[in-house]
């Protein structure tokens, strides 16, 4: 991708600057008899992701009870576990992606303007951000211009508004603005019906989707940035 084009990027939180904490999940799991794994935690997360890209209507029993796969749990107790494990995914027991703080600090670096937009059920994404050290609005090193959370403005992705809410923010035009993020649905659909190119956070390689850019994490798509 030449960047010179290009003056922005918006970034999902969740599966670009976030993963699940292993520790907290590893808790809930070990009650079901399945041990903490955390390249297993990650693996959940986006298989997670993939599967809800591939719905046409939301089963959140299904999404629940393969969440609990995903994540060791024998079938007989995905039932019990899987409401544990939804209210902690929705929670904010989440730590940084492996190489997100030096990811965005290079493209603040680099003079990227940056902005987060974040589909949560708490409206604590900002706050989580700043306390793992990921970024935050005025940060001299990872600073971003406004973190846009789905609870807190009243808009969620793929919503067209609440990614033209960050370009505003931003001051810079859609063709000039790269989004990244883990969800075709959700990042990359919604970014592109706003005009802004799209890097789809893939760590498998399975989506065949010719469209977004494809990336395994955010600091192998700044890494690999002309």
């Given at each position: 991708m030449?960047?010179?084009?290009?003056?922005?990027?918006?970034?999902?939180?969740?599966?670009?600057?976030?993963?699940?904490?292993?520790?907290a999940?590893?808790d809930a799991?070990g009650?079901?008899?399945?041990?903490?794994?955390?390249?297993?935690?990650?693996?959940?997360h986006?298989?997670?992701?993939?599967?809800?890209?591939?719905?046409?209507?939301?089963?959140?029993?299904?999404?629940?009870?393969?969440?609990?796969?995903?994540?060791?749990?024998?079938?007989?107790?995905?039932k019990?576990?899987?409401?544990?494990?939804?209210?902690?995914?929705?929670?904010?027991?989440w730590?940084p992606a492996p190489?997100?703080?030096h990811?965005?600090?290079?493209?603040?670096?680099?003079?990227?303007?940056?902005?987060?937009?974040?589909?949560?059920?708490?409206?604590?994404?900002?706050?989580?951000?700043?306390?793992t050290?990921?970024c935050?609005?005025?940060?001299?090193h990872?600073?971003?211009?406004?973190?846009?959370?789905?609870?807190?403005?009243?808009?969620?992705?793929?919503?067209?508004e609440?990614?033209?809410?960050?370009?505003?923010?931003?001051?810079?035009?859609?063709?000039?603005?790269?989004?990244?993020?883990?969800?075709y649905r959700?990042?990359?659909?919604?970014?592109?019906?706003?005009?802004?190119?799209?890097?789809?956070?893939?760590?498998?390689?399975r989506?065949?989707r010719?469209?977004?850019?494809h990336?395994?994490?955010?600091?192998d798509?700044?890494a690999?940035?002309?």
């Amino acid at each position: 991708m030449e960047t010179s084009r290009y003056r922005a990027v918006t970034l999902d939180a969740h599966g670009v600057l976030l993963l699940p904490d292993p520790a907290a999940f590893g808790d809930a799991v070990g009650r079901f008899g399945a041990e903490r794994d955390d390249e297993r935690c990650w693996r959940a997360h986006y298989e997670m992701t993939e599967l809800l890209d591939s719905m046409l209507d939301v089963d959140y029993e299904r999404l629940n009870r393969s969440f609990a796969a995903a994540l060791g749990i024998a079938t007989d107790l995905h039932k019990e576990a899987a409401p544990i494990l939804r209210d902690l995914y929705l929670s904010t027991r989440w730590v940084p992606a492996p190489g997100a703080r030096h990811a965005v600090a290079e493209l603040a670096s680099r003079g990227f303007q940056l902005a987060v937009i974040s589909n949560t059920a708490h409206g604590e994404i900002e706050s989580v951000l700043a306390r793992t050290g990921i970024c935050a609005v005025g940060d001299s090193h990872r600073p971003v211009t406004a973190v846009l959370d789905s609870k807190v403005v009243g808009l969620s992705k793929p919503e067209p508004e609440i990614f033209k809410m960050a370009l505003d923010a931003l001051g810079v035009p859609p063709e000039q603005t790269v989004h990244v993020g883990d969800s075709y649905r959700d990042d990359v659909a919604g970014a592109t019906a706003v005009g802004m190119t799209a890097v789809h956070i893939d760590p498998a390689g399975r989506c065949r989707r010719s469209d977004p850019i494809h990336a395994a994490s955010l600091a192998d798509w700044v890494a690999n940035l002309p």
